[in-house]
C-alpha cells in the first residue's frame, strides 16, 4: 500500500503548494506582457501565484465564461455575444502588413493587399516590384490577427489564396524573414521587436499612414485592436487587485517593453 | 503488490487507446451529426468558420507526405543496414550504431526548425514558397530513418542467430545473404517495421507543420502546400470553439483509425515469420 500512500502524497502537495493562484488564459499576444505584469504583481503580493497560459482569445473567452480562468485575455475588442463579460482594456496593438527587407515595394494600397491576397495579382512587378512570384502568408483559422485582418481588409478566409498558412506572429515573422518573395501580417509591436532583433523584415503603411506604435496610440492606424482583460463576473478580491493594477500606468513600461501601446 | 501493478499497468494498454476513442467519438459526435460523415471524408475545402469542414484535402495530403517520407526512408534505410552489418569493420558499426541511437532521440522540433530555416529556403529559390510536400517528406524520411534502421538491424540480429553459420557454409556471398535470403525469409516482418515508421510518419504533428505550408489543399505537385490531420489539430485546436473544435476531433477520430488499422496489420504481418 506504500504505493498508493505515496501518489495520494504526491497530489496533496500539489494543491496546497501555493495559497493562491491567479489563472489567465487566452491571446498569445497578450500573454509575454501578462507573463511580467504577473512577476511584479507577486513580488508586491507574495503568497498570490499568476498563471498565465495561451490559447487565443477565443479561448480567453470561453475559459473566462465557463470559470476555466479567472481572466480571460482577448486582444480584440468583445462581439455583441459577448457583453455578458466584464472588460478591462490595458494597450492597444495594431496588425500590420509585412514584407521582406529587400523587397524594392514601398507601399502598397488596401486593394492592392486585397488582390495579391484573393491571388489577382501574383507577381510582384505588378505592384512596382521585381520580376518574382509571390508567396501569401496567411494565418490559421481562429487567430485574433486573422479575425482583425479579414475585418478591415473585408475578406472572406475562402477567398484568400495563401501559400503557406503559419500558427503565432513568431512563425509569421521567421516566414517572412527567410523568403524575399513574402507578404505577411503580424501584430505591430510583435514586428518592431523583430526588427530590433536584427530580423530582415519592413513594415508597410497603410492609407498613407505609417504603421508604428506611434500612430497606434494616438489611433490613426486604420488596423489596430484593444487588448482586455475579461471576467465573467465584477472581479474581487485578489483578482480585482490584479486588473486595477494590469489598467493602471504602473504598468507602463513594461506594456512598451513588449513593443504595446500604453493608454494612459 | 508488484503483480497487481503490473496487471494495472497492463491493463493500460489497452485501456487507454480505447478511452482516447471513445473520448474522440464523444467530442466529434457535434461534428457529425451537424455536418454528416460524407462532408468529412470526402468535400476538399476547409473553413470551419464558414461552414466548410471537408477534410478530404487533408487526409490526402497526410497520406500523401507519409507514403512519400518512407519511399525516401526505405531505400536509405535498407542500404545502410546492408553496408553497417557486412561490409564496414565492427569499429564503424560500433560508431554508426551509436549514431543512428543518439540520431532517434532528437526531438522533433528541432529537425522542424532546422527544415524551416534550411531546407525550406533552399527550395524556396525555384519553387518558391519552398514549404512544400517534398520537405515534408524529406524531413520526416529523416526522422523515420534511424527507426527503420534499428528496425531492420534486430530482425537480421535474430536471423543470423540461426542461417549466418548455414550461409557461410555455403559460401554466400554477404550480397547473396542479405537480398536472397534475409530479404525474402522476412518481408512480412520488414513490411511490419514499414508500417510502424509509416504510421510515425503519418502521426508526426510539429516538425511537418513547421515545413509543409499549412494550405488546406488536395497536393498536385511535390512542391505545392500540404496540411495534414495533425498539423490541423496543432494549428487550429488551441483557438477552437464550438462545430469547429468538434470537427478537429473529428481530424483526430480519423487520425487514430487509421493508425489503429496499421498497427493492427503490423502485428499481424510480425507475427508468422520465420516459420519454414
Known amino acids: 500500500m506504500k504505493f498508493f500512500l505515496l501518489i495520494s502524497l504526491l497530489f496533496s502537495q500539489f494543491s496546497f503548494a501555493q495559497e493562491q493562484t491567479i489563472t489567465l488564459t487566452g491571446s498569445s499576444t497578450i500573454a509575454p506582457l501578462a507573463m511580467e505584469i504577473g512577476k511584479r504583481f507577486e513580488k508586491l503580493h507574495p503568497g498570490i501565484k499568476v498563471d498565465v497560459q495561451t490559447g487565443g482569445s477565443s479561448r480567453g473567452i470561453k475559459d473566462a465564461r465557463e470559470g476555466t480562468a479567472d481572466i480571460g485575455m482577448v486582444s480584440r475588442s468583445l462581439n455583441p455575444d459577448e457583453q455578458d463579460l466584464k472588460f478591462f482594456t490595458m494597450a492597444k496593438d495594431g496588425v500590420s502588413v509585412i514584407l521582406h527587407k529587400d523587397n524594392s515595394v514601398k507601399v502598397l494600397s488596401t486593394d492592392q493587399v486585397i488582390k495579391i491576397y484573393k491571388g489577382e495579382i501574383k507577381n510582384w512587378k505588378e505592384v512596382g516590384g521585381r520580376d518574382a512570384p509571390i508567396t501569401v502568408v496567411n494565418k490559421a483559422e481562429g487567430r485574433s490577427t486573422l479575425e482583425l485582418f479579414l475585418h478591415f481588409f473585408k475578406l472572406k478566409n475562402s477567398e484568400i489564396k495563401a501559400s503557406v498558412v503559419i500558427g503565432d506572429n513568431a512563425q509569421g515573422i521567421k516566414t517572412v524573414a527567410g523568403n524575399p518573395n513574402a507578404i505577411g501580417y503580424v501584430s505591430i509591436g510583435t514586428a518592431e521587436a523583430a526588427i530590433v532583433e536584427k530580423n530582415p523584415i519592413k513594415l508597410i503603411s497603410m492609407n498613407g499612414i505609417e504603421a508604428t506604435t506611434a500612430s497606434v496610440k494616438n489611433s490613426t492606424f486604420p488596423i489596430s485592436r484593444v487588448l482586455n482583460l475579461v471576467t465573467k463576473t465584477q472581479p474581487k478580491g485578489s483578482i480585482k487587485e490584479f486588473i486595477e493594477f494590469s489598467v493602471s500606468n504602473k504598468i507602463n513600461d513594461l506594456i512598451i517593453e513588449q513593443f504595446f501601446v500604453p493608454i494612459h | ?276
Open chain 2, 1 to 276: 503488490m508488484f503483480k497487481t501493478i503490473s496487471y494495472i499497468f497492463a491493463l493500460i494498454g489497452f485501456i487507454l487507446p480505447l478511452l482516447i476513442i471513445i473520448y474522440l467519438f464523444r467530442e466529434s459526435h457535434e461534428a457529425i451529426n451537424h455536418f454528416g460523415i460524407k462532408k468529412f471524408l470526402f468535400d476538399p475545402s476547409w473553413y470551419p468558420n464558414e461552414g466548410l469542414v471537408g477534410l478530404a484535402a487533408q487526409i490526402n495530403g497526410s497520406i500523401a507526405v507519409a507514403f512519400l517520407s518512407i519511399l525516401l526512408a526505405v531505400p536509405s534505410s535498407v542500404s545502410f543496414v546492408y553496408t553497417n552489418e557486412f561490409l564496414l569493420p565492427k569499429k564503424i558499426t560500433f560508431f554508426n550504431n551509436l549514431g543512428i541511437d543518439t540520431f532517434s532521440g532528437i526531438p522533433s522540433v528541432i529537425f522542424g526548425l532546422w527544415g524551416l530555416v534550411k531546407v525550406v529556403p533552399y527550395f524556396a529559390v525555384n519553387h518558391p514558397p519552398g514549404t512544400s510536400l517534398l520537405v515534408g517528406a524529406i524531413i520526416l524520411g529523416m526522422m523515420i530513418f534511424p527507426g527503420l534502421v534499428v528496425g531492420i538491424r534486430g530482425l537480421i540480429q535474430t536471423f543470423n542467430q540461426h542461417y549466418q553459420f548455414s550461409s557461410a557454409s555455403l559460401n554466400l556471398s554477404s550480397y547473396s545473404y542479405f537480398f536472397k535470403v534475409f530479404i525474402p525469409a522476412n518481408i512480412k516482418g520488414l513490411t511490419g517495421v514499414f508500417l510502424l515508421q509509416f504510421g510515425r510518419s503519418l502521426g508526426e504533428t510539429m516538425a511537418v507543420l513547421m515545413v509543409t505550408g499549412n494550405v488546406s489543399q488536395n497536393p498536385d505537385s511535390l512542391f505545392s502546400p500540404i496540411r495534414t490531420l495533425t498539423s490541423n489539430i496543432a494549428l487550429e485546436m488551441a483557438y477552437a470553439t464550438g462545430a469547429h473544435r468538434s470537427s478537429l476531433f473529428m481530424s483526430g477520430l480519423i487520425l487514430a483509425c487509421v493508425l489503429l488499422l496499421l498497427s493492427l496489420l503490423a502485428i499481424f504481418l510480425r507475427r508468422d515469420d520465420h516459420e519454414y
